[in-house]
C-alpha cells in the first residue's frame, strides 16, 4: 500500500487559512469516510485533530476543519497561529490496513 | 488520566527479536480496539497493526506481516507487539495508540497515543 500525497510543506502569514491536501486512491481515500488527520510536534507523539473526513474531537480548536472530494482529502486551518507550527500527516483506511500520507510542514510565516 | 505508556525498546542485532510493552491507565481498556503504529528517525507515520477490543481479529501492515504479532492481556491492561526477524528498516520509534471506535467499531483514528520506545536494529 503507497503512501497518501501530502505537499511537503505550506505556509502563510498569521492569520491566513491554509489547506492541506491529502492524495489517495479510490482504494482508500475514496472508498472510505475514515480520514483523520494529525498534528507532530518536533519530539511529541502526534494528536487527532480530525476524524471520519470532518469531524473534531473535544478541545481541537474550530479552526481546524476537514473535508473530501473524490481521492483527495483536505485539512484547512483558519486564522494560522504561531502554535500551528508543526508537522500533519492524513491517514486513511483502506479495508485491511491504516497508510498514512507523506507529511506536510506547516510554518507560519 | 487516561495514558498509554510504551516500554521495552532497544538497541538489537538483525535477525533478533524483542518484545514491546503498552500499559494502559485512565480508560476501560478491554473495550477499545489498539493499534501499533512506527515512526523511523526524520520520516512519517506508519501504521503497523491493530488488535480488536475482543483479540478477535488482528492486521498487519504488508512490512511486518509474518514478522511481528499484535496481542493483548486485558488483566494487566497491557498490549504487546512481538517482533521477530528484526531487519535495519524496522528501526524506528514505536507508538501504541487507542482507536477512536468503541468495541465492536473500528474507526482507525488514533486518539490516545503514548510518548513512543525506540527501537534501533544495528549490527
Known amino acids: 500500500q503507497s503512501a497518501l500525497t501530502q505537499p511537503a510543506s505550506v505556509s502563510g502569514p498569521p492569520g491566513q487559512s491554509i489547506t492541506i491536501s491529502c492524495t489517495g486512491t479510490?482504494?482508500?481515500?475514496?472508498?472510505?469516510?475514515?480520514v483523520s488527520w494529525y498534528q507532530q510536534h518536533p519530539g511529541k507523539a502526534p494528536k487527532l485533530m480530525i476524524y471520519e473526513v470532518n469531524k473534531r474531537p473535544s478541545g481541537v480548536s474550530d479552526r481546524f476543519s476537514g473535508s473530501k472530494s473524490g481521492n483527495t482529502a483536505s485539512l484547512t486551518i483558519s486564522g494560522l497561529q504561531a502554535e500551528d507550527e508543526a508537522d500533519y500527516y492524513c491517514c486513511s483506511y483502506t479495508g485491511s490496513e491504516g497508510v498514512f500520507g507523506t507529511g506536510t510542514k506547516v510554518t507560519a510565516l | 488520566q487516561v495514558q498509554l505508556v510504551e516500554s521495552g525498546g532497544g538497541v538489537v542485532q538483525p535477525g533478533t527479536s524483542l518484545i514491546l510493552s503498552c500499559a494502559a491507565s485512565?480508560?476501560?481498556?478491554?473495550?477499545?480496539?489498539m493499534h501499533w503504529l512506527r515512526q523511523a528517525p526524520g520520516k512519517g507515520l506508519e501504521w503497523v497493526a491493530v488488535i480488536r477490543y475482543d483479540g478477535s481479529n488482528k492486521y498487519y501492515a504488508d512490512s511486518v506481516k509474518g514478522r511481528f504479532a499484535i496481542s493483548r492481556d486485558d488483566s494487566k491492561n497491557t498490549l504487546y507487539l512481538q517482533m521477530s526477524s528484526l531487519r535495519a528498516e524496522d528501526t524506528a520509534v514505536y507508538y501504541c495508540?487507542?482507536?477512536?471506535?468503541?468495541?465492536?467499531?473500528?474507526?482507525?483514528?488514533?486518539?490516545?497515543w503514548g510518548h513512543g520506545t525506540m527501537v534501533t536494529v544495528s549490527s
Open positions: 495508540a487507542r482507536d477512536l471506535g468503541y468495541q465492536l467499531i473500528l474507526m482507525w483514528s488514533f486518539d490516545i
Open positions: 485512565g480508560f476501560t481498556f478491554s473495550s477499545y480496539g
Open positions: 479510490s482504494s482508500d481515500v475514496g472508498n472510505f469516510n475514515l
